[in-house]
């Protein structure tokens, strides 16, 4: 058992208080993208660090909205003369 020692004691109170901290929630907002690549693809997202694999073209996954911008930003490939430039890998799955 311990022994108080009041003579380093100064007679201040202090207030030791916790800080409450909000819980996000674990799931995060998704979008549907597709694949536009008739090419299995293994995408690691910059984002999430979560894995997306798309077994060709066609292919949709779920992927979170913050990986979503960086992969529909991604082209890639030789174009073919008077194009419009490389062609995207992915596209957002339109709802309807």
Same mark, same amino acid.
């Given at each position: 058992?311990?022994?108080?020692?009041?003579?380093?004691?100064t007679?201040?109170?202090?207030?030791?208080s916790?800080?409450? /901290?909000?819980?996000? *929630?674990?799931?995060s907002?998704?979008? #549907?993208i597709? *694949?536009?690549r008739?090419? /299995?693809?293994?995408?690691?997202?910059?984002a *999430?660090? /979560?894995?997306?694999v798309?077994?060709g073209?066609?292919?949709?996954?779920?992927?979170d909205?913050?990986d979503?911008?960086?992969?529909?930003?991604?082209?890639?490939?030789? %174009? %073919?003369?008077?194009? #419009?430039?490389?062609?995207?890998?992915f *596209?957002?799955?339109?709802?309807g």
């Open positions: 058992m311990a022994i108080r020692d009041d003579k380093f004691d007679g201040e109170r202090v207030e030791i916790e800080e409450k /901290k909000e819980v996000k *929630s674990q799931q907002e998704t979008v #549907s597709i *694949s536009l008739n090419m /299995k693809i293994n995408y690691t997202g910059k *999430s660090g /979560k894995l997306y798309f077994d073209a066609g292919a949709v996954v779920d992927v909205v913050e979503a911008e960086i992969m529909l930003a991604k082209r890639g490939g030789n %174009c %073919c003369p008077g194009g #419009s430039g490389p062609a995207p890998y *596209s957002k799955l339109e709802e």
